[in-house]
């Protein structure tokens, strides 16, 4: 009975068990599933989260990009269109340049006209002079020969000795008149020939400017070289006493100033402070007085080393600065440091010519214009300034006079002051040596036309080849052939007396004579 109980019992309590695990089976399914939906649903979100991350730093790089290569485009744009403009400004300069000549080649083919309508009509009335001329010289030899009583070869005869005599005395007297001229103007001729032997050795031309133009990468770098509301150029202006000028001009910046030697500082402290990139008032003012340092240093070296080249040796520090100085001086475009090596060679080889110390005269050639280094608060005529320094450092006595006479501010007291003072006359006057102004320029061109019209028979003078030579137009019925030769000696001798000008002036008169007919 108890056995027929326990079996459904056990079997009860095994149902019970089976069905209570079976229970807690898909109790611990379902929250594993529940569990893993979550897991599942938060990788999804962290992923969507990283995409969307993922995806904002993609398009910030597309971004950075696309702008570096706008600005890229954007700056050579620009560059294109200064190009153009630039060249669109050239273009304009030439067209005005092309209108101008061309007016003025309307202008001169106008006065060829009017002057060949002159010369024709000339013509036709000289063609009647010349017959009314002819016949009346028929006439008049027939008188001659009634009057007289010799024939035409007789009187011609008679005519020529007598013209052959007078030729011998005047040929006499013109003999005796140049010999004396020979004598008197034998000083000028021995200058000129040593003017021409000069002449053959190469030596540079005018080239000293009061600008120099810098080159710049970009024309960013101008506004930071103006600075903010312009501190940055006034301090640079300041510090170095030169003008800055920042126009239009395309990656290009130019300075203005009279002094070469800051005008150098300025050149070189601007290139430092564009390739270091700091440009501020404070370091505008370090870089310039570094830079002015160092230039002084060179000038220096300059000194020693034009001593060098020259073949002297010694002297005192404060001589040779003002050697090195000259390097940064001129004289009316010529430099002076080139223009006295040149009167050095000159002197030493003139004093060598006449057996005296070459050494000396070099170095009185050298130094002869020390005396415009000095600085401009001490007054006083430069030949003197330079004597005064020449003694206070020990300078040759000899050397010293050569400095202080060569403008005649002295008396001389040895050959080679005179050496030296023609050795500078020769240095600055050879053709190219100096620069003329433009002014001086056409009042000499203006003088040039002026002396030749100043003669009788000439029509119109042309004055060509930057004022080397004069072209003499003259009236064919006045003017005859031995005159016309004449005439250019004249005006040449005028010029020879009266003008300065540099080298030589050829004189050409031109005349022309017209015969016109017409075949109906």
Wanted: proline letters at 2%.
């Amino acid at each position: 009975m108890d056995t027929y109980l326990l079996v459904p019992l056990v079997l009860l309590a095994c149902g019970i068990s089976f069905f209570i695990g079976w229970f807690l089976n898909q109790r611990s399914g379902h929250n594993k599933l529940s569990s893993a939906t979550d897991r599942a649903g938060k990788i999804l979100a962290d992923a969507e989260k990283e995409a969307e991350t993922i995806k904002r730093e993609k398009l910030l790089e597309v971004k950075d990009e696309w702008y570096s290569k706008k600005k890229e485009f954007d700056s050579d744009v620009q560059s294109k269109r200064n190009k153009l403009q630039a060249q669109e400004k050239a273009l304009n300069g030439r067209e005005e340049n092309i209108d101008r000549k061309v007016e003025l080649i309307n202008k001169k083919e106008r006065e060829q006209s009017q002057l060949k309508r002159s010369l024709e009509e000339k013509d036709r009335l000289l063609q009647g002079r010349q017959t009314e001329l002819d016949q009346m010289i028929a006439e008049e030899n027939s008188r001659l020969e009634r009057a007289s009583g010799l024939s035409r070869e007789e009187a011609k005869r008679i005519l020529m000795e007598n013209l052959a005599n007078d030729a011998k005395t005047e040929a006499a007297h013109m003999l005796k008149e140049i010999r004396d001229k020979a004598r008197d103007d034998a000083k000028k001729e021995a200058q000129k020939l040593i003017v021409h032997a000069i002449q053959r050795t190469a030596a540079d031309h005018s080239v000293e400017t009061t600008v120099s133009v810098l080159n710049i990468q970009s024309d960013e770098m101008k506004g930071r070289i103006i600075g903010r509301e312009g501190r940055n150029i006034r301090a640079f202006e300041a510090a170095t006493g030169v003008d800055v000028i920042v126009d239009d001009t395309p990656e290009a910046v130019i300075l203005s100033g009279f002094d070469p030697f800051r005008r150098e500082v300025a050149r070189v402290a601007l290139e430092r402070l564009i390739a270091d990139g700091r440009i501020h008032p404070t370091r505008i003012e370090e870089i310039v007085e570094k830079v002015r340092t160092e230039l002084e240093e060179d000038v220096l070296k300059s000194g020693e080393n034009t001593m060098l080249e020259i073949g002297l040796h010694g002297g005192h520090k404060e001589i040779l600065k003002l050697v090195g100085k000259m390097k940064y001086r001129s004289s009316y475009g010529q430099n002076m440091l080139q223009h006295s090596v040149e009167v050095a060679f000159l002197t030493g080889m003139m004093a060598a010519e006449l057996g005296l110390d070459s050494n000396l005269a070099k170095r009185a050639g050298l130094l002869h214009d020390i005396g415009k280094c000095v600085d401009k608060s001490i007054e006083g005529p430069h030949a003197l300034l330079g004597y005064e320094i020449a003694k206070k450092y020990g300078e040759h006595y000899v050397v010293a006079n050569a400095i202080g006479s060569h403008h005649d501010d002295i008396p001389m007291e040895s050959p080679i002051a005179a050496l030296v003072q023609a050795a500078d006359a020769i240095s600055g006057a050879r053709p190219g040596a100096r620069r003329e102004s433009v002014e001086g320029y056409a009042k000499r061109l203006e003088k040039l036309e002026t002396f030749a019209n100043s003669f009788q028979g000439v029509e119109k003078t042309y004055a060509i080849q930057a004022g080397r030579e004069v072209r003499v137009v003259v009236e064919p019925t006045r003017v005859d052939d031995a005159l016309a030769d004449q005439l250019a000696h004249d005006i040449a001798a005028k010029i020879q007396q009266e003008m300065e000008y540099p080298g030589q002036i050829k004189v050409t008169v031109i005349r022309e004579f017209r015969s016109t007919a017409i075949a109906k």
